[in-house]
């Protein structure tokens, strides 16, 4: 059975309201973490720079930049366990 125009439109309306909801909790969401966990921005920022560090060097033909980059990720975890309770906001849930 076929969806009719209408019924169409509010699914799809639906849809669409759910995802600008969704999209304003992220971003309450990483505002908060922002402002309360002390180098956050900048460890996010450095993760950032090095992916796009590492895809490059992939385009231009390394082989073992995944590698490379696996192990950075890698030594970042082991540096910053965060763990589920330093991400405790806006909905007291893990962000």
Request: with cysteine.
């Amino acid at each position: 059975m076929a969806l009719t125009n209408s019924q169409y439109d509010i699914i799809i309306r639906g849809f669409e309201e759910k995802q600008r909801r969704n999209r304003r909790l992220l971003e309450e969401r990483t505002a908060y973490v922002h402002s309360h966990v002390e180098g956050y921005r900048e460890l996010s920022d450095s993760i950032a720079s090095a992916s796009t560090a590492q895809g490059r060097k992939l385009l231009a033909g390394d082989e073992h930049a995944l590698d490379e980059h696996d192990q950075r990720a890698f030594r970042h975890e082991e540096a910053a366990p965060f763990g589920c309770g330093a991400f405790r906001g806006l909905s007291g849930s893990c962000l």
